[in-house]
């Protein structure tokens, strides 16, 4: 009974610490793209999307590095050290590709911007 508590409380633990909300967006994002007419506009979205990535990208890399604890202490984590391990390796995947996604954005609005100069 314990192990099934044990296990219901990291997995809630994790969902709600993978979930948490990132940095709320400095801007009002659908309004931003609707009303980006000038090269700056596109300029601004491609910031925001460059600033998006690197965030998924540290977000990457902190599980990175809980990966790696969870695998040179598995013996501490016991039957769940390989539920652990493959929830990080989940969450990297993913936010990798956010980040990869973030970047090609931004990219495309610095090519808008060119295009508007």
Request: some cysteine.
């Amino acid at each position: 009974m314990k192990t099934i508590t044990l296990i219901a409380t990291l997995s809630i633990f994790f969902l709600l610490t993978s979930c948490a909300q990132m940095n709320s967006h400095p801007m009002d994002m659908t309004q931003a793209i609707q009303s980006a007419k000038k090269s700056s506009d596109h300029e601004a979205l491609a910031n925001h999307y460059d600033a998006v990535a690197d965030e998924m990208r540290s977000k990457a890399q902190e599980h990175q590095n809980k990966l790696e604890s969870y695998r040179k202490n598995t013996y501490r984590y016991g039957k769940q050290a390989q539920m652990l391990q493959d929830h990080c390796r989940n969450l990297i995947r993913l936010y990798e590709q956010a980040g990869d996604e973030n970047k090609a954005i931004a990219e495309t609005h610095r090519k808008m911007a060119e295009e508007l100069k």
